[in-house]
């Protein structure tokens, strides 16, 4: 099951290192600035902790927006289904 919800930046564990392109970062900003976040980005939910692998431009944008929380499409799984995102 998925569900939509706004989720505090600090919470969101990004484990793996990804590199951002600096010119979509800024034109982010500028469009949630202007209209806000559009599209959530996909969390896992494994224990009460929330991990993030995509949406890096835009949470990076959030984040240097100041924001507090960004929507996110949660959606809860074992730490085996963790796990192998982490592989």
């Known amino acids: 099951m998925v569900r939509v919800e706004a989720i505090p930046i600090q919470q969101i564990r990004r484990p793996l290192y990804r590199q951002n392109d600096p010119a979509k970062v800024a034109h982010l900003m500028e469009s949630i600035q202007a209209i806000g976040l559009q599209e959530p980005i996909e ?16 949470y990076e944008a959030c984040t240097r927006l100041g924001h507090e929380t960004i929507l996110c499409r949660v959606r809860r799984a074992p730490r085996s289904v963790l796990a192998k995102h982490l592989a």
Not at 43 to 58: I, K, M, N, P, T
């Open 43 to 58: 969390v896992l939910e494994v224990d009460g902790e929330y991990y993030g692998f995509s949406g890096c431009h835009r």
